[in-house]
């Protein structure tokens, strides 16, 4: 009895063996596909020349200029003077491109000319414009594509500041981009668009406006886009022509601002009516009369 007993068990057990087999193998090819062979990190290329001003590298793997901006100059925001150090390059394996370790041409002026910086104006932003002084966003929106995809560079104010001190060189591909007044389309629109291609913008605002109506913006939003990169500058109080002064008008009235909020924006001035002549919005102590040739501003 027992070995019939025995021989029954045999008879019944290859199924569940069977079975038990296939579930250990499944776990082992479960367990086999989560252990990835560790990543095998490519040793960095060896220059082939080093001096203080550049260094010669020939790639051994495709890298971007930003990657190498970042491991040579500690920058990724430096990668523009990789790309213009290698005009044509397209940073492949096996290439070899040239690491500028010093910001040459700080002043821009070239064999054939000097560099130049368009400054692009706008104020209010609609699907349908019934103003000159309102941009379509379709419009918009094919700037700033154009922009992006010919590798345009938005300034900050201190940038250009910078420049136009000649303490440092821009790239070639350079522009400011400047909102006047503070309507709310700026965020609702403008804003989005710009932040969608990497973009960002210095915004002129007249207090008396914000806050007060549904077409103005907010503080709270001025304060997100200044907190996103974006400057902003002071278009006066109340919006007035500053080079046609009103009797008995107190000069500090024009740099205090009236609300709330204000202040937390630590704004820089710009008068509506002197576009021309305070250069992306600079105060008129910090810029040069020498260097203001240097700057061409359009409304778009």
Known sequence: ???????????????????????????????????????VTQPAAAPVYTSSDYIVLRLDVDESASQLAERFLGDSGKSWMIAEANPGAGFRGGEQVVIPL????????????YQTVPILTYHRFSDDCPSPLCMPTAVFKQQMRYLKENGYHALTPEEL?????????????????????GYRSVYDIAYPILRANGFTAILFIYTELIDVAPIALTWNQLIEMKRGGFAIGSHTITHSDLTLPKEAESKGRLH???????????????????????AAGLSLRQLRPKNSCRVKTDRV
Not at 16 to 34: D, E, L, N, R, Y
Not at 169 to 181: E, F, M, N, R
Not at 256 to 278: E, F, I, V, W
């Open 1 to 39: 009895m027992v070995i019939l007993s025995g021989i029954s068990r045999l008879r019944t057990r290859p199924r569940s063996v069977f079975t038990t087999w296939i579930a250990i193998a499944a776990m082992i090819v479960a367990v086999s596909g989560c252990l990835r062979p560790a990543a």
């Open 256 to 278: 205090r601002p009236r609300r709330k909020g204000a202040g937390r924006l630590q704004a820089d001035h710009r008068s509506p009516a002197g576009a021309r002549h305070l």
């Open 161 to 181: 500041l910078a420049f136009l001190e000649y303490r440092q060189p821009l790239p070639k591909q350079s522009v400011l981009i400047t909102i006047d007044d």
């Open 102 to 113: 010093k910001r040459a041409n700080k002043a821009g002026v070239y064999p054939d000319g």
